[in-house]
């Protein structure tokens, strides 16, 4: 039953990583902050069936790059058709923004 250890420890780790994310790195809908700030690039969350889970696809990929925000949080939700035809399509949310490190920590 390795297999089953190794993935409880990837779901510990993953927890754990998560923890230290939505703790560490600050979001924002503004495109600004009164503290100085270098900005370095737009990032993009991985697709999350819900709103949350994009935002915290978001602030995980800020922190494994070593952001300290994300300033102009926004959301979008493309919609795909299943199997590239007609029918239902599927929603998932994708949240973006501009990761910064903060000049004067």
């Known amino acids: 039953m390795k297999w089953m250890d190794n993935a409880r420890k990837r779901r510990q ?3 754990e990583l998560r923890e230290r994310a939505l703790a560490a790195v600050t979001a924002s809908t503004l ?3 009164s ?3 270098t900005q370095v690039k737009v990032i993009w969350g991985t697709a999350r ?3 949350d889970a994009a935002y915290e696809a978001l602030l995980i990929e800020a922190y494994n790059l070593g952001y300290d925000a ?3 949080v926004g959301f979008t939700s493309p919609a795909h058709p299943p199997g590239g035809g007609g029918g239902y399509s599927s929603v ?3 949240a973006y923004g501009t990761g910064v490190t903060w000049t004067n920590k």
């Open 13 to 15: 780790e993953a927890g």
């Open 31 to 33: 495109c600004h902050d």
């Open 35 to 37: 503290r100085p700030f």
């Open 49 to 51: 069936s819900s709103m």
């Open 70 to 72: 994300v300033l102009g």
């Open 92 to 94: 998932n949310f994708i």
